[in-house]
T-cell receptor
Framework: KQEVTQIPAALSVPEGENLVLNCSFT??????LQWFRQDPGKGLTSLLL?????REQTSGRLNASLDKSSGRSTLYIAASQPGDSATYLC????????FGTGTRLTIIP | GAGVSQSPSNKVTEKGKDVELRCDPI?????LYWYRQSLGQGLEFLIY????????KSGLPSDRFSAERTGGSVSTLTIQRTQQEDSAVYLC????????????FGSGTRLTVV
């Protein structure tokens, strides 16, 4: 059974700092990994999708990497802004789409 | 439509009543998931539809929960004899196909059982 873990569970950093969120998964036979953000009381917004054959994807200030063999992904956020405050979730797809428990990020102005 | 649409956005119901939650996936998407998110918790898998295959119902918490997907498009999640512990946000997601295209989520239905 696939298990997905996200560390840390919560993170607070001053505005302007670069930061890294971590995601690990136990079964490396995945088709893809997707990063989402969730604002309080809202649904999930897709940020980046990395296919199993890819090693990274970039969108603006966001960069996600994937090391499938070691079961790890990182989401790098550059020059953080207060609007980045949200919960960030990673999800891996093999037999099923399995989510991590998320990292609650707070950017301090 | 342009995105995944869920209705209603909010539902308050009395304990013991039945409720139906609706999900309209993106047109042409063959894969559809239902998840549940209780307050402050992570996403709990409920059920998964892929094309014409038999759905994966392994996440349904009890036999009070059922879901169907008519014509490979719209899906309805039904909760019978609602209990207070059913209160949560119910999220639907769809993808063009299984295994590679990523998922788009709807805004969810917030269910409150009083």
């Amino acid at each position: 059974k696939q298990e997905v873990t996200q560390i840390p569970a919560a993170l607070s950093v001053p505005e302007g700092e670069n930061l890294v969120l971590n995601c690990s998964f136990t079964d490396s036979a995945i088709y893809n990994l997707q990063w989402f953000r969730q604002d309080p009381g809202k649904g999930l917004t897709s940020l980046l999708l990395i296919q199993s054959s890819q090693r990274e994807q970039t969108s603006g200030r966001l960069n996600a990497s994937l090391d499938k063999s070691s079961g790890r992904s990182t989401l790098y956020i550059a020059a953080s802004q207060p609007g980045d405050s949200a919960t960030y979730l990673c999800a891996v797809e093999n037999e099923k789409l399995t989510f991590g428990t998320g990292t609650r990020l707070t950017i301090i102005p | 439509g342009a995105g995944v649409s869920q209705s209603p956005s909010n539902k308050v119901t009395e304990k013991g009543k039945d409720v139906e939650l609706r999900c309209d996936p993106i047109s042409g998407h063959t894969a559809l998931y239902w998840y549940r998110q209780s307050l402050g918790q992570g996403l709990e898998f409920l059920i998964y539809f892929q094309g014409n295959s038999a759905p994966d119902k392994s996440g349904l918490p009890s036999d009070r929960f059922s879901a169907e997907r008519t014509g490979g498009s719209v899906s309805t999640l039904t909760i019978q004899r609602t209990q207070q512990e059913d209160s949560a946000v119910y999220l639907c997601a769809s993808s063009l196909n299984w295994g590679g295209n990523g998922y788009t989520f709807g805004s969810g239905t917030r269910l409150t059982v009083v």
